[in-house]
């Protein structure tokens, strides 16, 4: 009864500020749901497309686009080269909640922000979506060599910025999640 019960994903699709008709492609897919929200609000006047590293994230993509019935187009390809027409969306996301980028070899990463700046129309925007690292006893009972997620760390903002993006900031850190946007330049 005095349990809050809403759109889960209504902190996801406000971050991204997508809507109706834009081009939106999402790298990576930890949580289908998550995607198939931002993918919703394209419509059908718009394009939603997903590159995910492995045929387990791909199957994720489709079994949510297609609970949600929504169109999305899914494809198998590594995120350093993407299988995307150069100047083509108006917003990328990168779904790092599973360690994505911040798995990468530096080189891989660099790679992989240059194709997203490669696709993106000029003014168009990246926002990278990573977890929140855990406190208390169950930081130190998931405690990894890694050390802290990319995006929370703060080497997703240094990393934006080091290959060209500009404007980067961190959005917000809530609900588990951290959200870094990072604009390409228009000349």
Not at 180 to 186: A, D, L, Q, T
């Amino acid at each position: 009864m005095f349990l809050k019960k809403g759109d889960p994903y209504l902190l996801i699709v406000g971050m991204t500020g997508v809507k109706m008709g834009d081009a939106f492609v999402q790298i990576g897919c930890a949580h289908g749901g998550r995607m198939a929200a931002v993918a919703s609000k394209v419509g059908l006047s718009g394009r939603a497309a997903v590159i995910a590293p492995d045929e387990t994230s791909a199957a994720r993509a489709r079994r949510a686009a297609e609970e949600s019935g929504v169109l999305v187009e899914v494809e198998v390809a590594p995120p350093a080269r993407l299988p995307l027409a150069d100047a083509a969306f108006d917003l990328a996301v990168v779904d790092d909640t599973a360690g994505l980028f911040g798995t990468m070899r530096p080189e891989s990463r660099v790679a992989s922000i240059r194709e997203l700046i490669r696709v993106l129309r000029a003014g168009g925007r990246v926002l990278v979506v990573g977890a929140v690292p855990r406190g208390g006893l169950g930081a130190v009972l998931s405690r990894t060599q890694n050390g802290p997620p990319f995006v929370a760390s703060g080497d997703a903002t240094k990393a934006l910025e080091a290959d060209g993006f500009k404007s980067v900031r961190t959005l917000a850190e809530r609900e588990g999640l951290v959200f870094v946007e990072g604009i390409k330049p228009r000349g």
